[in-house]
Structures are given as structure tokens and as C-alpha cells.
């Protein structure tokens, strides 16, 4: 459930009322409600969504068939123009790996140009049944040092860089391509940069694409009412991303910044 206070009108409080259980409160009127979000997880029927009529509370995600996906992909596939395809994202798209699995399966029956985003950090079955029907896969290596990767994700990065490891020993299908989400003051220094080069280079992968961090998630954030701890952060510069563009290059890296990575 997503709260947006600036769409509240803050007049009837409906969603209160709506609430059998007394999630939702308001100290005064007048004032905004507040949640008790730790109640909300079990809910099943979300009816405070369902009276605010000002779009303030509201449900993302939604359960979905295969079918009614794949519905959608024949539907939309005539606007994709020739370079078009289906690109699984996430999240983590193996944390779901019976649907993630029998998707590709149908997206690779019907002649359909396919991605994953992953951050590997899966067990190697689960990746290796999704690579049967994959064209590309783009992995994240946020870190190199398995002490800094554990500080800020929560896990080492050893099962990671494992499993890149096995995808590189099956051979060019599908396309790897090694990304790095460059956050400034975490993993943007040369010393890490060339490691993660050296790497590649070590398991005869040559391509890397590099996303500059960004703070497009705030709001989302604060809807869900989660603390956003990369707040104070700011984006790298765009001479320091051409910097770390050319450190990949100079160790025979092939490297893209951005999302636009040549067929």
C-alpha cells in the first residue's frame, strides 16, 4: 500500500472508517493520518484503498497469469519495431522462479527477443534453468570487496560472483552483460573500478554497462513509508562516470553508461 500526503484532502477520513482493524488514525482533525503499517501486511482485502476517492492510498503490483502476460506482449508487439523485446526486471525476477521460468518458456516459443535484470545473488539451478531462454542477461556487480558489498546489501557478494563465473564458462548464449550501478563514496573508486575490470577480464567477459545513481525513488519511499538511506547522496558527475568509463575501456572493457547498449 502506497500513501501519497499530497493527494490526501485530509476532510472525511474515510479511510479510517474503511479500516476493520485500526490501522489508520488521525491525532486531530485536520491533521494527517498515520499508520500502522506493521498490521497492514496481513491484509487481504485493502478496503481503505477502496474509499479514498482522491487516489492518496492505492495498491501497486498485482497478480498476473502467464497468459494474461503473454496476452499483453502479442497485443503490444506490433509498436516494438524491430530491435523490441521482453526485458524481465524487478526486483529480483528469480525470486519468483516457477512464473519467471514459465514465462521465458512462452516468450521464447513465440519468437520473442528476451532480458533479464539479476542480481544473481540465486541459487545457481534457478539461474541456469532461465538461461535456456534468455538472449541477454545483464548482472549487477555492485562491489568487488565482499566486506563493502555485505555493508550496504546485507550479503557477501561470494554466490554472486560465483554464479557469474558459471554463466561466463557457458560460452556466449545468452549475451552477458556485467552492470554497475556507480554510487558515489560506495563503489566508485579506481581501486574498485579496475577490479571489477579485472575480473571480467579474468573470465573472458568483455562488457560493462554502467548506471549512475540516481534518487528517482525517493518519493516512492516515502509512500511505502520506508527510510530512504541514500538520501543525502548526490549523482557521480558526468566527467567522473566518463573517468570510470575509461579505466573499463583501458582494460579492454567494452563500456556503455546509461541505458543504450548496442546490439
Known amino acids: 500500500m ?11 477520513y ?24 506493521s498490521k497492514c501486511a496481513s491484509c487481504d482485502h485493502f478496503s481503505c484503498t477502496k474509499s479514498c476517492y482522491n487516489g492518496a492510498l492505492r495498491l501497486v503490483g498485482r497478480y498476473v497469469t502467464v497468459s494474461e502476460l503473454m496476452d499483453t506482449v502479442h497485443r503490444d508487439r506490433s509498436y516494438w519495431g524491430s530491435g523490441g523485446g521482453v526485458t524481465l526486471g524487478g526486483g529480483e525476477p528469480l525470486t519468483q522462479p516457477e512464473f519467471t521460468l514459465a514465462l521465458l518458456k512462452e516468450l521464447h516459443d513465440a519468437y520473442v527477443h528476451t ?15 532461465a538461461l535456456h531462454y534468455l538472449d541477454w542477461v545483464f548482472v549487477d556487480i555492485k562491489h568487488m ?37 556507480v554510487i558515489p563514496g560506495y563503489n566508485d573508486s579506481d581501486h574498485n573500478v579496475l577490479a571489477t575490470a579485472e575480473f571480467l577480464r579474468r573470465i573472458g567477459k568483455s562488457e560493462a554497462n554502467l548506471l549512475p545513481f540516481h534518487r528517482l525513488g525517493v518519493s516512492k519511499y516515502e ?30 572493457i567494452s563500456c556503455y553508461v546509461g541505458s543504450n547498449t548496442p546490439f
Open 14 to 37: 474515510t479511510c479510517v472508517a474503511a479500516c476493520p482493524v485500526g490501522v489508520i488514525s488521525v491525532n486531530k482533525i485536520g491533521d494527517y493520518p498515520v499508520f500502522d503499517r
Open 115 to 129: 532480458a533479464m535484470e539479476t542480481c544473481a545473488q540465486v541459487p545457481w539451478t534457478r539461474l541456469e534453468n
Open 223 to 252: 509512500q511505502l513509508g520506508l527510510d530512504y538511506s541514500y538520501r543525502d547522496t548526490q549523482a557521480p558527475s558526468i566527467e567522473r562516470m566518463d573517468q570510470i568509463r575509461r579505466l573499463f575501456e583501458q582494460e579492454g
Open 2 to 12: 502506497m500513501y501519497s500526503q499530497r493527494r490526501c484532502r485530509k476532510e472525511t
Open 145 to 181: 570487496d565482499p566486506e563493502k558489498h555485505k555493508q550496504e546489501t546485507g550479503v557477501t557478494n561470494e554466490l554472486i560472483l560465483r554464479n557469474i563465473e558459471r554463466m561466463a564458462a557457458l560460452g556466449e548464449s545468452p549475451r552477458m552483460i556485467a552492470r554497475m550501478p
